[in-house]
């Protein structure tokens, strides 16, 4: 899968994108936080329809989200397959194989439906908050959370890096295919493959060098970023109007999932 569907879209005009950037990203990682917790379907199901609604608002295609969702979407399967055989006492069913037999659970069939829901919808809210927010506010809101700094400037290299490891990758690619480098025998495609995987690595590595020198270099340290506002504004008070109602939400969804 390429990585460009993965860039921030946040040119459009839209209540999402409107929206305050440090309300945005303290609301939506709060809502992923919530979902992993959340034990009942129907609350999980109720944040996923919710998030649903807020990308239909963003008048984006839908086919970027679901390029986003194709990688969580299997694990996600996996995930439920593995409790549907492994989980539980209440035997539903069994598929046979020869003299054994797997036995399907109700007890995984009710684990894996969870878990699925909770990494689809975690996965969908922050497809949510990458759509709306740009990465620099994102990242900002971050430290002003007194997140560690170096987490957060890793974190901004491998975005600012990825996609020039990515045009890479394609350029080796469509070289190799210019060279006739994936004719031949399924053993020698793989091989093809694992030595541009290879090269690419080994790039990225050297490139990660010289950058760190470089920025060495120019007396970058971890607290070096520690006086820089990239919030000059407070945030607008309907702005912080809507995350208190969204936040108090979320404490009802918490409430109820304890209640029940």
């Given at each position: 899968m ?6 921030n879209?946040?040119?459009?005009n ?8 440090r ?8 809502s ?12 999980i ?6 998030s ?7 008048n984006?295609p839908?086919?970027?989200l679901?390029?986003?969702l194709i990688?969580?979407?299997g694990?996600?399967?996996?995930v ?10 209440t035997v539903?069913?069994?598929i ?27 996965v969908?809210i922050a497809?949510?908050?990458s759509?709306s927010?740009?990465m620099?506010e994102i990242?900002?809101?971050l430290?002003?959370c007194?997140?560690p ?5 890793l ?6 890096y ?16 210019s ?9 020698r495609r793989?091989?093809?493959t694992g030595?541009?995987?290879c090269y690419?690595l080994i ?6 060098i ?6 060495l270099s120019?007396g ?5 970023v520690?006086?820089?506002n990239y919030?000059n ?5 309907f702005?912080l109007l809507i995350s208190?109602l969204a936040l108090?939400?979320l404490?009802i ?5 304890i209640v029940l």
């Amino acid at each position: 899968m390429e990585i460009s569907p993965f860039k921030n879209i946040s040119n459009r005009n839209s209540f999402l994108n409107n929206l305050d950037g440090r309300v945005k990203t303290i609301l939506f990682l709060t809502s992923i936080v919530i979902t992993t917790f959340l034990s009942h379907w129907y609350l999980i199901t109720l944040l996923w329809i919710l998030s649903l609604i807020g990308y239909y608002t963003l008048n984006i295609p839908w086919k970027k989200l679901f390029k986003r969702l194709i990688i969580p979407f299997g694990i996600a399967w996996i995930v439920f397959l593995s409790m549907l055989f492994t989980n539980g006492h209440t035997v539903l069913t069994y598929i046979p194989f020869g003299k054994h037999h797997l036995n399907i659970y109700v007890e995984g069939i009710m684990l894996g439906c969870l878990l699925f829901l909770r990494i689809v919808t975690a996965v969908t809210i922050a497809c949510l908050l990458s759509f709306s927010t740009s990465m620099i506010e994102i990242l900002e809101t971050l430290r002003i959370c007194k997140i560690p700094g170096i987490i957060i400037d890793l974190a901004d290299m491998m975005y600012r890096y990825v996609f020039i490891i990515e045009e890479t990758s394609r350029r080796m690619h469509m070289a190799q295919m210019s060279r006739m480098g994936y004719v031949g025998s399924w053993s020698r495609r793989i091989a093809d493959t694992g030595k541009i995987a290879c090269y690419v690595l080994i790039k990225s590595i050297d490139k990660s060098i010289s950058i760190y020198n470089a920025m060495l270099s120019r007396g970058y340290s971890e607290d070096s970023v520690e006086n820089l506002n990239y919030f000059n504004k407070h945030i607008p008070k309907f702005d912080l109007l809507i995350s208190i109602l969204a936040l108090i939400l979320l404490l009802i969804l918490v409430v109820i999932n304890i209640v029940l």
